[in-house]
T-cell receptor, first 112, second 115 residues
C-alpha cells in the first residue's frame, strides 16, 4: 500500500519552463513533507521540505505548495534547467515515526 | 568527511548465495536506514536502527538481516538470495528521527543482481 502517491511518473519540460510534480497522501497524522532529488548513479539528497503549518515554501527556483484540506503537496521548479534533470521523490513522515514514506518518483528531463 | 559510504557498488549473486552489504557513516548519526529502490516503486524501508545495538523492521524486511554493533556501521545481510532481491540498495543516516527536520543522508547505493 503506497502511503504517498506521486505523479507524473515522468515529465519532459523545455528549458526555462515550469516543472510541476504532485503528491497526495491519506494519513492526516503526517506532518513533515520533504522532497528528495536523485541524479543517475547517486543516492537521493534532500532538496526542500515543508511542515503543514505553512502553505508554501520557496528556496531559489524550487517551491513546495501545500494544501492541507486536499491532502496534497507539489513541487514547482521555475525556470527549469537541463541540470535539474533528475528523479524527484516526495516523502512524508508523522510525529514519533522513525522513517519516511516515499512516493514512487518522477523522472524529470529538461530539454535544452 | 566522507558522509555515508557503501560497498560494493555492484554485485551479481547466484540464487541461494549469501552476502553482506556494508554501510559506514562518519557523521556520528544515531539513526541509520536501509532502503531498496525498484523501478516505479520508490524507496522502501527494509530495516532501521536508532542506535548501536537497536534495530527494527521496516516495510519490507523479509529475506534480510541487520546488526548495529557500532554507531558508524550498519551492515545488511542477505542469507539466501532470490531474484526478487534484485534491486538498488541505499543506506542512509540521520542525526535524529526522519520525522523531524533532520535530513537523511544517503550513500551512493549498491546495485545487486540475483540470477
Amino acid at each position: 500500500q503506497q502511503q504517498v502517491k506521486q505523479s507524473p511518473q515522468s515529465l519532459i519540460v523545455q528549458k526555462g519552463g515550469i516543472s510541476i510534480i504532485n503528491c497526495a497522501y491519506e494519513n492526516t497524522a503526517f506532518d513533515y513533507f520533504p522532497w528528495y532529488q536523485q541524479f543517475p548513479g547517486k543516492g537521493p539528497a534532500l532538496l526542500i521540505a515543508i511542515r503543514p503549518d505553512v502553505s508554501e515554501k520557496k528556496e531559489g527556483r524550487f517551491t513546495i505548495s501545500f494544501n492541507k484540506s486536499a491532502k496534497q503537496f507539489s513541487l514547482h521548479i521555475m525556470d527549469s534547467q537541463p541540470g535539474d534533470s533528475a528523479t524527484y521523490f516526495c516523502a512524508a513522515s508523522r510525529p514519533g515515526a522513525n522513517n519516511l514514506f516515499f512516493g514512487t518518483g518522477t523522472r524529470l528531463t529538461v530539454i535544452p | 568527511n566522507a558522509g555515508v559510504t557503501q560497498t560494493p557498488k555492484f554485485r551479481i549473486l547466484k540464487i541461494g548465495q549469501s552476502m553482506t552489504l556494508q554501510c559506514t557513516q562518519d557523521m556520528n548519526h544515531n539513526y541509520m536506514y536501509w532502503y531498496r529502490q525498484d523501478p516505479g516503486m520508490g524507496l522502501k524501508l527494509i530495516y532501521y536502527s536508532v542506535g548501536a545495538g537497536i534495530t527494527d523492521k521496516g516495510e519490507v524486511p523479509n529475506g534480510y538481516n541487520v546488526s548495529r554493533s557500532t554507531t558508524e556501521d550498519f551492515p545488511l545481510r542477505l542469507e539466501l538470495a532470490a531474484p526478487s532481491q534484485t534491486s538498488v540498495y541505499f543506506c542512509a543516516s540521520s542525526l535524529l528521527p526522519a520525522s523531524g527536520l533532520y535530513e537523511q543522508y544517503f550513500g551512493p547505493g549498491t546495485r545487486l543482481t540475483v540470477t
